[in-house]
């Protein structure tokens, strides 16, 4: 099964920081790789699929690159709708899904 | 606008079985590129995929839960059955669609994100 490690778990900035997330898989996963947004007490959020396509309405500030078995999601210009909380998701399988832990973007 | 909608019983007692429906409207169940999937979150926890379902009937289950799990579609609405409850199942429970995007550069078939999801739904399990 594919794993997937995440990095930081949390991390504190401020609004217009450039911020960066890291996530790893455990094997190859090509560029199957989607990331999620959510909020308290909401459902995930999706912010972009194939590593780097950005979903229908998500601002340009987010982007995500990568590919193998690394990764990446940045957003350039933190806006105050911006902290939550951020997982990565390998699809490389039918069989099996499965997501990082997740990593908390709190104010500083 | 497609939409999901997670039901079933707020509380469940150790040992029983959970059943879980989610209600699919403003799109079609369907349809051949798209995959349906329930996905639950223990409180304070991250995301934890549970098992993904076809239209056909095919299906897939996360290992860890296989021995438990069995789901079902049918109509608009696809179903999950969780047997042999315990307190680590206390969760939200979430449906979502997997959407398919063929890969033409490989050739190698479909690979389905998540990009619809329900609300959820609280599930506790306790005596």
């Known amino acids: 099964d594919i794993q997937m490690t995440q990095s930081p778990s949390t991390l504190s900035a401020s609004v217009g920081d450039r911020v960066t997330i890291t996530c790893r898989a455990s094997?190859?996963?090509?560029?199957?790789l989607a990331w999620y947004q959510q909020k308290p007490g909401k459902a995930p959020k999706l912010l972009i699929y194939?590593?780097?396509t950005l979903q229908s309405g998500v601002p340009s500030r987010f982007s995500g690159s990568g590919s193998g078995t690394e990764f990446t999601l940045t957003i350039s210009s933190l806006q105050p709708d911006d902290f939550a909380t951020y997982y990565c998701?390998?699809?490389?399988?039918?069989?099996?899904?499965?997501f990082g832990l997740g990593t908390t973007l709190d104010i500083k | 606008q497609l939409q999901l909608q997670e039901s079933g019983p707020g509380l469940v007692k150790p040992s029983e079985t959970l059943s879980l429906t989610c209600t699919v409207s403003?799109?079609?169940?369907?349809?051949?590129?798209?995959?349906w999937g329930w996905i639950r979150q223990p409180p304070g926890k991250g995301l934890e995929w549970i098992g993904t379902?076809?239209?056909?009937?095919s299906t897939s289950y996360n290992p860890s839960l296989e021995s438990r799990v069995t789901m079902s579609i049918d109509a608009n609405q696809f179903s999950l059955k969780l047997t042999s409850l315990n307190a680590a199942d206390t969760a939200v429970y979430f449906c979502?669609?997997?959407?398919?995007?063929?890969?033409?550069?490989?050739?190698?078939?479909?690979?389905?994100?998540?990009?619809?999801w329900g609300k959820g739904t609280t599930v506790t399990v306790s005596s």
């Open positions: 998701q390998q699809y490389n399988s039918f069989s099996f899904y499965s």
């Open positions: 094997q190859n996963i090509g560029f199957w």
């Open positions: 979502a669609r997997h959407f398919g995007v063929y890969d033409f550069w490989s050739d190698s078939g479909f690979y389905y994100y998540m990009d619809v």
């Open positions: 379902i076809s239209y056909s009937g």
């Open positions: 194939k590593t780097s």
């Open positions: 403003g799109g079609s169940i369907s349809s051949s590129s798209h995959l």
